[in-house]
């Protein structure tokens, strides 16, 4: 049951990373209005609490690879999601070629300073004339322990939210398959 909500929080997370993907690249090519009006109409269309990240970098570290999600050129979104109830939070990304995406999401509200723990993530790497790789996320040796979500700064001047994570990553979801630690962090800004 536990891995079901997992992966479901991670799809909920993709979809919204597609998503915006998608309200990105149709906005480079159709919206020709200034950028502080682009965000703020892709913010009204989105529901609340979510936004298309517009300047900022996701960053992830996982074994000798780092993969970087540039919001100038890549689709970013800081997504917060109700679920039966229960309240998610989360960084969704997608390269602007489509061959990588990332999606890290924690349970509760996102609250400067205070850690949450991972509930959801997943790494999906497509590259070209290659096997597309799948990386989700697993338990560490300690159990139940999935990693965590630290946000220094939430919705503060022109941040939108800084932090970090630290959570573990596996190509197979069988029992002790092995698993890789990841370390990322994020910088991002709405305006």
């Known amino acids: 049951m536990l891995r079901l909500s997992v992966r479901f929080v991670c799809f909920v997370l993709l979809f919204g990373a597609i998503l915006s993907s998608c309200q990105k690249d149709e ?9 502080s009006d682009t965000t703020q109409k892709l913010t009204e269309l989105t529901a609340p609490g979510n936004y298309l990240v517009s300047k900022g970098t996701l960053k992830i570290k996982l074994k000798d690879s780092t993969y970087i999600f ?12 109700n679920m039966g109830g229960q309240e998610y939070y989360g960084v969704t990304a ?32 497509h590259p070209s004339e290659k096997v597309n790789t799948e990386y ?10 999935y990693g965590t979500i630290a946000i220094e700064k939430y919705n503060q001047d022109t941040i939108l939210a800084r932090g970090s994570f630290h959570t573990y990553l596996a190509k197979d979801t069988k029992k002790n398959s092995p698993f890789y630690i990841v370390d990322g962090s994020f910088e991002l800004k709405v305006k």
């Not at 906005?27 to 950028?35: F, I, Q």
């Not at 540039?70 to 999601?81: C, L, T, Y």
């Not at 997608?94 to 509200?109: D, E, M, P, Q, R």
């Not at 989700?136 to 322990?145: F, V």
């Open 27 to 35: 906005n480079v090519k159709a919206d020709t209005r200034p950028a």
């Open 136 to 145: 989700t996320l697993t338990r560490n040796a300690t159990k139940d322990d």
């Open 70 to 81: 540039d919001a100038s050129q890549d689709s970013i979104a800081f997504v917060n999601v």
């Open 94 to 125: 997608v390269n602007k070629a489509h061959t990588a995406s990332f999606g890290i999401s924690s349970l509760g509200a996102p609250i400067a300073e205070m850690p949450g723990e991972v509930a959801g993530a997943q790494l999906l790497l």
